[in-house]
């Protein structure tokens, strides 16, 4: 029987549960390991201290098999050339080639009146579990996404020196990956992620990520153990950031436990914003229970908003549980006070968002997974959120073939204020949406993955549990492009959701109706690939676009760090296919640019069409957003790129490359996702204001300059405008101006806003093509030499100051780089305020950079560019 979820009190919920207490500590270091084939012990025998794993390996924990195997050097790096082809896969050497043992020695005596406990938050795909000789778990442990918890107090040695020996087998279907989304699709048998037998996008896990992945944490309670602490805020009516609020509803609800013969009697309390809240449990022995305590008001609340529409306010909170006024067991909390609603838009005929009764347009990103090998650091996840938020973006969608993402994610996106999709583990392609040759099964069958149905539904009520806390999650989808089989559906959406969250939108499948109205068909999402840059603005596609994309391989230095240097090519394109000749691009899933180069040039060599191929980029992906923007709550009610990152080292549909080194879509995206933008469409000739802001904008100054080859000014015009709240205005149109003025070369053109204090608060900058379509201007531009200069202004921050004099031309398409002095390596991450751009004559730009991450002490920062040959300025 399915177990039956129930909850006292059903209501908003939103915080962050940050781990566990102070006497917690993770077991992630000094674990050793072996293949099952060389080893002829049991596990009882193994997690004896008296065994000795003197000749073991060193394991990585948290990690994978694979993971572990190339810390020891005894595979090639996966993600380099065609490194991953030299693994052996697990389809073809069986499971028990990456079937291992783990074993961890750790000190821990027990003291009176505590309890231990071991957690296990996330293993791949089973395992048995061994402690001093003893099994730990007497129930089969199986699921990837499934989190555990075993109170060891009993295991525990009484000199405080304790082994503990893991097996883990691999997932029992490991699916053939013959190429296929998913190669054949039997991975999806199992509850786990699909992308590890190969996708359009990468190639194929070898080990399927089989392993301890994530955190192995030892607990130490009282006789009470708090469980799942569940913080839930209401936020009434219409607000605005940075007012004076009215009062909000805060509530919580915990589950308790206490594993011992005895009646427990004591307190919970929740402690938030100067207030405590309490209520006395009597708990019998060996009992749980869920406990709500009484619903209760914040004044005047710092509410947490959406990136670019207020601040991201988090509080400071704790639950406890005491005995006789001593803690058994506390949790830390961070709250942030919001409220998700949505509703349907009829003009648009698509779901729209409100946070705390303010509506949001979606611009968001489709996040697959921070590391297809799942090495994961909160460093990583703070970086990679903290470049969506510099792309202006406010969500983002967890692809349905990946996993439930990690609480140290979700910290990220709280802090940064990205809204979050959170799909379930389904995509059409494996679970049997379409017809596909490369599948084992027939779609009847597929339609019913995984195996194992119950083992899903209780994983869902899981991650629920896990993530219901954060208030950057904002929707829960039951799949990518498909529905669950109709046993999970239901129980999702009319069990686990309502009694366990309640307080967020489901979508029962990533571009299903109910979301946006399919009014062409087909799936409900793109355009994929290269496109003319008048289909963003003028092409009306679905109107809540869960997926739609363009290209983006990175620049030379980007390319050189996962190509061998014979693979230093220009890609060509076999004709009709996606294959290039190159067979290490091919291998890395590069999608061709078409003949969109060529306005450039031709390419002479890789180095060209990088650089080349950054103008494409920066183009395709500030059209997407400011053509979407153009129709805001008209045409859309918002629109998700497909993709902003990859997960390993692929060539295509990402905004950073795995190394986290920022190309020019980041910044093409940055620029057209402003929330307050001049923008022009380049087909129509027109110029637009979009205001994402709740508040209107009035005496806005908006200037229009065009510039010649030469770099000689030409004014067109500068008006008053203004903008009303959450809408999109055309000012004006240039097209005959500029259609004549761009025939012969080409021309600039560059947009400012100020306002009343001659502040200003957006430009942007387009170079057009002559009248063929042909950017003949700049392959001849001449050259420009500007001046620098850099001040430190903090810890790894700097301000670059660049200047390009009057008697040049325009200085084009810039990129500055913040380098090592001794290996002139590029120092990554680096966050940049602006970064490709350009500089019209006597101009000045200020540029804020900063590498929090940064542990090289002698800096470097170049600057190069399409008319500036490579400078360096030294950063003392």
């Known amino acids: 029987m399915r177990k039956k979820y129930s909850l006292v009190l059903i209501v908003f919920s939103f915080i962050h549960f940050l781990g566990f207490s102070q006497q917690n500590y993770e077991l992630n270091t000094g674990w050793k390991t072996l293949p099952i084939a060389d080893v002829t012990s049991s596990g009882e025998e193994l997690s004896n201290t008296s065994f000795s794993v003197e000749n073991w390996k060193n394991a990585t924990v948290p990690g994978t098999v694979l993971t572990t195997q190339l810390n020891n050097g005894e595979i090639p790096d996966p993600f380099f050339g065609m490194n991953n082809g030299e693994i052996p896969d697990i389809y073809d050497v069986g499971r028990d080639y990456y079937t291992y043992w783990f074993v961890k020695d750790f000190e821990e005596k027990v003291k009176k009146d505590e309890q231990i406990w071991l957690n296990f938050r996330g293993i791949n795909y089973s395992v048995d579990i061994f402690l001093n000789g003893k099994k730990v778990n007497q129930k089969e442990y199986k699921g990837m996404f499934l989190r555990k918890r075993f109170n060891i107090t009993k295991f525990l040695a009484k000199n405080g020196k304790n082994r503990l020996a893991v097996i883990v087998y691999p997932a029992p279907h490991v699916g053939n990956p013959n190429g296929g989304q998913g190669g054949d699709g039997t991975i999806a048998r199992g509850v786990a992620h699909q992308y590890v037998a190969g996708w359009d996008w990468i190639q194929p896990i070898r080990d399927r990520n089989t392993g301890i992945w994530d955190k192995v944490i030892i607990e130490k309670t009282g006789a009470v153990n708090l469980k799942n602490p569940h913080v839930v805020t209401k936020v009434s009516g219409k607000r605005l950031p940075g007012e004076k609020q009215e009062p909000a509803k805060i509530s919580l609800t915990a589950e308790v436990e206490n594993p011992t013969s005895k009646k427990v009697e004591g307190t919970l309390s929740f402690k938030i914003a100067g207030k405590n809240i309490e209520k006395e449990v009597s708990l019998a022995a060996n009992a749980e229970m869920l406990v709500a305590l009484p619903e209760f008001e914040i004044e005047e609340p710092k509410l947490w908003w959406p990136s670019g529409y207020g601040e991201q306010n988090l509080y400071d909170a704790e639950v406890q549980f005491s005995i006789k006024n001593k803690i058994s067991d506390r949790e830390t909390l961070k709250v942030g006070i919001r409220e998700i609603q949505t509703e349907w838009n009829s003009h648009t005929r698509s779901k729209q ?37 510099d792309m202006n973006l406010n969500l983002i969608r967890i692809w349905g073939g990946a996993l439930p993402e990690r609480p140290e994610f979700y910290e990220a996106c709280d802090k940064y204020g990205m809204l979050v999709i959170q799909d379930f583990w389904m995509s059409g392609d494996c679970n049997g949406r379409w017809v596909d040759p490369k599948k084992k099964d027939d779609q009847w069958t597929r339609r019913q993955y995984p195996d194992d149905h119950e083992l899903f539904i209780e994983s869902a009520a899981d991650a629920v549990k896990m993530l219901r806390n954060y208030p950057s999650l904002a929707i829960w989808c039951g799949g990518n492009e498909i529905t669950p089989p109709q046993d999970i559906l239901h129980a999702m959406k009319d069990e686990i959701l309502p009694e366990l969250d309640g307080t967020r939108w489901f979508i029962d499948y990533s571009n299903s109706d109910e979301m946006s109205y399919n009014f062409k ?15 963003f603005w003028e092409e009306r596609t679905w109107p809540f676009n869960s997926e739609v994309g363009s290209v983006g391989v990175g620049d030379e230095v980007s390319l050189k760090r996962f190509l061998p240097k014979e693979n230093y090519t220009v890609p060509v394109e076999y004709e009709g296919t996606e294959a290039v000749k190159d067979p290490v691009w091919t291998y890395h899933k590069y999608i061709d640019y078409g003949n969109s180069l060529e306005a450039y040039g031709t390419p002479e060599n890789m180095t060209d069409f990088a650089s080349k191929a950054q103008l494409v980029n920066y183009n395709q992906y500030r059209a997407l957003m400011e053509g979407f923007s153009s129709h805001m709550w008209d045409w859309y009610t918002g629109s998700i790129i497909w993709k902003t990152q990859n997960p390993w ?140 200069e850099v001040e430190k202004v903090a810890k790894n921050k700097f301000k670059l100051k660049i200047t390009n004099p009057e008697q040049n031309t325009v200085s084009f398409f810039n990129r500055i780089s913040l380098e090592s002095v001794e290996s002139g390596e590029r120092i990554l991450p680096t966050f940049y305020d602006e970064n490709y751009f350009s500089i019209i004559p006597g101009a000045t730009k200020e540029i804020v950079l900063e590498a929090p991450q940064n542990e090289v002490e002698d800096l470097q920062i170049s600057i190069e560019g399409w008319n500036t040959d490579r400078m360096i300025i030294p950063v003392n």
């Open 353 to 389: 968002i409100f946070v705390n009764g303010q509506p949001i347009f979606i611009k968001g990103g489709n996040w697959i997974i921070s590391d297809a090998m799942l090495r994961f650091t909160k460093e990583r996840y703070d970086a990679e959120i903290r470049f969506h938020r």
């Open 521 to 535: 068909g087909g799936n409900g999402d793109g355009p994929y690939g290269i496109q003319d840059i008048s289909t």
């Open 649 to 788: 080292t692929a060539l295509r549909g990402q905004m950073y490359d795995y190394y986290l080194d920022p190309n020019a879509c980041l910044f093409g995206l940055r620029e057209g996702s402003k929330p307050l933008h001049v923008m022009y469409n380049t087909t129509t000739g027109d110029v637009y204001l979009v205001n994402n802001g709740f508040k209107a904008q009035y005496d806005l100054m908006l200037g229009i300059k065009l510039y010649d080859m030469k770099g000689n000014e030409k004014p067109v015009t500068q008006v008053f405008a203004y903008i009303e709240a959450s809408s999109t205005k055309k000012i004006l149109s240039l097209k005959k101006q500029i259609d004549t003025l761009a025939a012969k070369e080409g021309l600039f053109l560059k947009l400012d806003l100020k306002n009343q204090d001659q502040e200003v608060l957006d430009e942007n900058f387009y170079w057009i093509p002559d009248s063929t379509g042909t950017y003949s201007g700049l392959q001849n531009l001449a050259k420009t030499k500007v001046e620098a």
